[in-house]
């Protein structure tokens, strides 16, 4: 059985740092695309970051700007996201996500993701 479980979020104040966390079972995660998706509440499922696995990069958000960095580490089935310089508007829940095959991850699209982890939820706020 597959399941991606994350771990990290909190209340963090404008400007300051995260780090999440997504650990993998149930599937070997070098032979997945892996992604962080966040959805604020009221709004729709977006994608923030993807690592492609076919072409070993690394694709973000336009919002990020630079400010978050996903990495991931197949023999430890771990994936992580660092969040700095957060705003009010990155207040979310974050959601790491699995593709065994296709663009959904890589176009940053959460419709064709296979794998979803129950989400870790991010708050900032003064």
């Known amino acids: 059985q597959v399941q991606l479980a994350e771990s990290g979020g909190g209340w963090v104040q404008p400007g300051g740092p995260l780090r999440l966390s997504c650990a993998a079972n149930g599937l070997a995660l070098d032979f997945y695309n892996i992604g962080w998706f966040r959805q604020a509440p009221g709004k729709e499922r977006e994608g923030v970051s993807c690592i492609v696995r076919r072409q070993g990069s690394t694709v973000y958000g336009d919002y990020v700007k630079g400010r978050f960095a996903m990495s991931r580490n197949n023999v430890k089935q771990m994936v992580w996201l660092q969040l700095n310089s957060l705003e009010p508007e990155d207040t979310a829940i974050y959601y790491c996500?699995?593709?065994?095959?296709?663009?959904?991850?890589?176009?940053?699209?959460?419709?064709?993701?296979?794998?979803w982890g129950k989400g870790t939820p991010v708050t900032v706020s003064s």
């Open positions: 996500a699995a593709e065994s095959y296709g663009s959904s991850c890589e176009s940053l699209r959460p419709g064709g993701m296979d794998y």
